[in-house]
């Protein structure tokens, strides 16, 4: 087990009518803020009416940012930063699931910053100061109501990169699983993969001795596997909603990447497939996982058999341990098919002809190997990319 310093200060509320509290949390922290979000679900559903009436009771007033689009775009992040500053806003309340969540981080981010907020995302600037952030999550995914990462895709070049600092954690999260009962199937199941993609990213590690994680990543992949398929027949069933929206916080908050290194070479594979193609997240995911799972997992079988085992229920013979990780890897693929996602590129409507553009982007035109399980190089991804054909 590697050293490790755990910090998750995001407070989290969670359960029915938490919402509610919104407008008494808010005001811990400003009297005036940018109220930040997505299309017309939260106006359909009644959440925006009882946003904007708890922030009038608690006496906080508000801008508001809409718009926000899947795969959030670095144009708006530049506007809610002209908002911020021109009408001295100091809080961002983000209403939304994670776009809408990254979004905000970004905003705040940029409102105190002289340049421009890209330039932290490239490397060219660190953060000194943020704005605080609050969330209200409707769409259990990404985990950013308590991470310290936010994703942004840049217009110009289609360039889709994260960025990780402890200062853009956000201050609470209110988390109402009653808020999910409307999300459509596809974008449950999107929100799944992306959930078990966190762990998953997480769980292939070189580390040894990291019993106590593997137990609590399995535990959370299996929690979700399970409750996912309840929700998809019951999309009201409240239980098997917060099940889920509690395993999408744990997934990515750091608990479970304690003492151990994880790998995120699926996710900046994906992240290339959702920033041209503009596909769901969540979807990119359950494309690229099986692929590079497939590609990489001679490198540790054992790991992969333990997979197989612990998590999709693999009884094999032991002394066939290749049959036993292909087993585990073909039970994930056939249950992202199952849920209603994806799994091959041709499926999600992507042909063939931008693999080199893409490679070269996750790799710095070749000169930057990603992934920590297995460091991966241009033709590396190239090669994964073929696989998920």
């Not at 590697?2 to 509320?13: A, D, G, L, N, Y």
């Not at 009038?56 to 530049?78: D, M, T």
């Not at 580390?207 to 593997?214: A, G, I, Q, R, S």
């Not at 990119?284 to 997992?297: E, N």
Request: aromatic share 10%; charged share 25%.
């Amino acid at each position: 087990m590697e050293s490790f310093v755990f910090s998750s200060p995001t407070k989290i509320i969670f359960g029915k009518g938490t919402e509610y509290q919104v407008g008494e949390e808010v005001k811990k922290y400003s009297s005036k803020v940018l109220f930040c979000y997505g299309g017309g679900s939260i106006k359909k559903s009644g959440l925006y009416d009882k946003v904007v009436n708890s922030l009038k009771e608690a006496g906080v007033e508000f801008i508001e940012l809409s718009g926000v689009k899947p795969n959030p775009r670095l144009s708006l992040v530049q506007e809610g930063i002209k908002l911020c500053r021109e009408n001295n806003i100091d809080f961002i309340l983000a209403v939304g699931g994670g776009s809408v969540i990254d979004t905000a981080k970004a905003i705040a981010m940029g409102a105190p910053y002289d340049g421009n907020v890209w330039d932290f995302f490239t490397g060219k600037a660190k953060l000194e100061r943020a704005l605080p952030v609050g969330v209200i999550l409707t769409i259990p995914a990404t985990g950013s109501e308590a991470s310290d990462a936010t994703v942004i895709t840049n217009e110009n070049g289609w360039f889709k990169v994260g960025f990780h600092d402890e200062m853009i954690r956000p201050k609470f999260a209110i988390m109402n699983p009653k808020l999910t009962y409307t999300l459509p199937a596809y974008q449950t199941a999107c929100g799944v993969a992306d959930i078990m993609a966190h762990v998953m990213e997480r769980y292939f590690t070189n580390v040894k001795n990291v019993d106590l994680t593997d137990r609590l990543c399995e535990a959370t992949l299996k929690t979700v596997i399970n409750n996912v398929r309840i929700v998809l027949k019951d999309p009201t069933n409240y239980n098997a909603r917060a099940e889920i929206m509690w395993a999408g916080t744990i997934a990515h908050n750091g608990l479970l990447g304690t003492g151990r290194i994880g790998d995120w070479a699926s996710h900046k594979i994906e992240h290339e497939l959702s920033a041209i193609y503009d596909i769901a997240h969540g979807a990119g995911l359950a494309i690229v996982f099986p692929a590079l799972m497939k590609y990489v997992y001679k490198h540790d079988i054992n790991r992969f058999v333990q997979f197989a085992v612990r998590v999709w229920d693999v009884d094999l013979p032991y002394e066939n341990l290749e049959e036993i990780a292909l087993e585990g890897i073909r039970r994930m693929t056939e249950f992202f098919k199952e849920i209603g996602l994806p799994v091959t590129l041709k499926e999600a409507g992507i042909s063939d002809d931008r693999f080199e553009e893409m490679a070269n982007k996750c790799t710095n035109n070749g000169n930057k190997k990603i992934g920590n399980f297995v460091e991966l190089g241009k033709e590396d991804v190239i090669n994964i990319y073929n696989l998920a054909k």
